[in-house]
């Protein structure tokens, strides 16, 4: 028995170590997260009451996945999975691993847009799925599209759907609505938004390892923003809502993108941080 623990502590230990000589800044975590998932248990529950034995081949796939990490890939992408508003989602390098103040987008959404309605609803770069699932399942009436430009994410996106019993997700591959005109009641995004010029600046999970298509935007960020903007006014009904997540110093360009006469009820939303992150607005009857 003592034996069996040390070979769990010292493989536990061996990993932390390996994961401080790097700028990993959570290196105890990653390591014990690491090894949890590879045994199939919780974190917590595994250091409470460490594991009797290591099944074989444990020791070696939790060195190939600490030597992942260490080269800079994300904890997410070497597991697979990213819990999002409760849910866990498959997630791999076509995929943007889901943020926090994405779950704050969800939430938006869902305090404006009270139950009962049978709306019809697009995601606009749904990646993952995680915003477009969050929403059907929370709202089974609602009919909701989920676009994306890469086929590889939409896989995925599909997968998660199965799996969490999304029933009322349809998918699509377009560039915006070029291949789903609608009209929608409601136009939810999280479109990419970071400035080509900044990628040198990124963490290197991010830089590294996250799909270009899914991060960076031309125009300092902007340029899918404005065209998703601009787009969702021809194809959201008469008073239907557009939701959209900007960058955090974004909101004084992208108000100018509702100029024009096409909109009312222009709103930007703060995050838990306090920036000007979700761009409600709706379009003019
Ligand atoms: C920031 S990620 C968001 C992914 C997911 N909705 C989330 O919040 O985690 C942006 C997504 O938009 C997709 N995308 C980029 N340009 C697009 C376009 N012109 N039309 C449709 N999807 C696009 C990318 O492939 C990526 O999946």
Known sequence: MIQLINEF????????KALTATRCPTPGLDAGFLLADLLGVERAAM??????ALPAGAADAYRRRIARRVAGEPVQYITGKKE?????FEVGPAVLIPRPETEELVEAVLKQVPPGAALSVADVGTGSGCIAISLGLER??????????SPAALDIARRNAARLGAANISFAQ????????????MIVSNPPYIDFGVKETLQVEVRKFEPPLALFAAERGLAVIRELVAQSAGHLKPGGSLFCEIGYDQKGAVEKFFDGGAWNDVTFLKDISGHDRIVRAARRP
């Open 47 to 52: 250091l409470l009451d460490p594991p009797a």
């Open 84 to 88: 999002f508003y409760n849910h866990t």
């Open 174 to 185: 377009s560039d915006l609505f070029a291949a789903v005109p609608g009209p929608f009641d």
């Open 9 to 16: 502590t010292v493989l536990l230990a061996e990993g932390t």
């Open 140 to 149: 089974p009436e609602w009919r909701v599209t989920a676009i994306d430009l």
